[in-house]
């Protein structure tokens, strides 16, 4: 996920093993998915070593596709930074994409967690819970003003979302957690110097944490999300390093534009990586195409499974993860020699191919997918 692994922190000799993640995985075996109150969003700010995002991206309907993103981060309890991070894909694929990403001062929180600050900067929450106001003028050349009003009920997979890492699992010592708001309506801009980008349209918010002791959590990243007029599709998906026996956990969704109607985990909803070219600048494994799988059940206990499968197409991005992190936590980040950690990003359009208590259905959509590399 897009700048999200940046900040993985710490680095472990110690070989767990699978046994020392529990993954959210098995709580969807008792409850798929439990439904997010606004109490749910509150910005956590722990004192520990973690990384906190809230992150925003968007489909207008003119055919820009952007995100917008806080992360949030406390170095082993010692020292916090904050950043804003936005960014425009251009319908012409020949028009280079606008990126920027900027340090952050003056940080605060309102007193219930829900609202975010800065110099520059803010992100509130409306007092129904169901839209959010993202603003920032920290960077001239982007100057955004966006509101994210659900659609859809947001939710977490499980129980609570969350993947615990521990030997003990009463005592964990490090947790990754997601929460969704998988459909939107966007309203707003980003005011660029050539002018405003209108991102009237669709979107999706993610709240992601990982709360964690200085160990890597995880060693590759798949993100993806697809919207088109009458679905939505997401999959998140982490694969750990080998001190966690390589373990794979995924979470995704499939929902209509107000409705929830199944979601799937690991091991039945995956992501393959079908075709590899690899990069010829590093030893990554750059995929060139992919297939995103859901296996669920609706709520009235119909068999559900989706399918999105074809060519990734050309990358329209290579994010060198180290070249964004601040430089007071890349110092401490590990893997920073060797191969460099990188996100590719892509954006194809595919067929959503659904199958719901034996009805088909088929609708093409807009993606955006993300393969991030770290160790």
């Known amino acids: 996920m897009f700048n999200w692994a940046k900040q993985t922190l710490g680095v472990t000799d110690a070989n767990y093993g699978p046994s020392a993640i529990q993954s959210v995985a098995e709580q969807t075996r008792e409850k798929a998915y439990t439904e997010l109150s606004k109490d749910d969003l509150k910005w956590e700010v ?5 990384v906190e995002t809230k992150t925003f991206y968007m489909m207008s309907d003119e055919g820009h596709i952007g995100l917008a993103q806080v992360i949030y981060s406390n170095v082993m309890g010692v020292r916090t930074t904050a950043q804003f991070s936005s960014k425009i894909f251009y319908p012409d694929p020949s028009k280079p994409h606008l ?4 340090n952050l ?32 003028s920290v960077n001239k050349t982007s100057i955004v003003d966006l509101n994210f009003t659900q659609t859809c009920p947001g939710f977490v997979a499980g129980k609570d979302g969350t993947s615990y890492f521990g030997t003990d699992p009463q005592k964990p010592w490090g947790r990754m957690i997601h929460k969704f708001w998988p459909r939107c309506a966007v309203e707003g801009h980003i005011l660029t110097q050539n002018g405003p980008v209108n991102f009237k349209g669709k979107g999706v918010f993610i709240h992601a944490l990982q709360g964690m002791k200085p160990h890597f959590a995880a060693a590759k990243w798949n993100f993806l999300n697809f ?3 009458n679905y939505s599709a997401l999959l998140m998906n982490f694969i750990t390093p080998p001190s966690y026996g390589e373990t794979a956990v995924t979470v995704g969704s499939i929902t209509s534009p107000t409705e929830i109607l199944f979601t799937g985990a690991s091991p039945d909803t995956k992501v393959e ?20 799988t859901w296996v669920g ?6 068999e559900a499974t ?9 990358r329209t991005d290579r994010v060198d993860v180290m070249g964004e992190v601040p430089k007071f936590v890349k110092q401490i980040v590990a893997g920073a020699a060797g191969t460099k950690p990188y996100i590719y990003q892509f954006l194809p359009k595919l067929m959503l191919k659904l199958s719901i208590g034996g009805e088909e259905i088929e609708e093409e959509g807009q993606i955006l997918a993300e393969a991030t590399f770290i160790s």
């Open 306 to 314: 989706a399918v999105l499968e074809g060519s990734l197409g050309p």
């Open 105 to 136: 001062s003056n940080v605060s929180f309102s007193a219930d967690k829900q609202n975010f600050k800065a110099d520059g900067c803010s992100m509130d929450l409306s007092e129904d819970g169901k839209t959010y106001v993202i603003k920032s």
């Open 273 to 292: 990586h079908t075709e590899v070219k690899g990069d010829p600048d590093n030893d990554w494994p750059e995929p060139s195409a992919a297939r995103y």
């Open 46 to 50: 722990m004192d520990s070593t973690n």
């Open 99 to 102: 990126f920027s990403s900027d």
């Open 297 to 302: 059940k609706t709520k009235d206990g119909k």
């Open 227 to 229: 919207q088109s007029e």
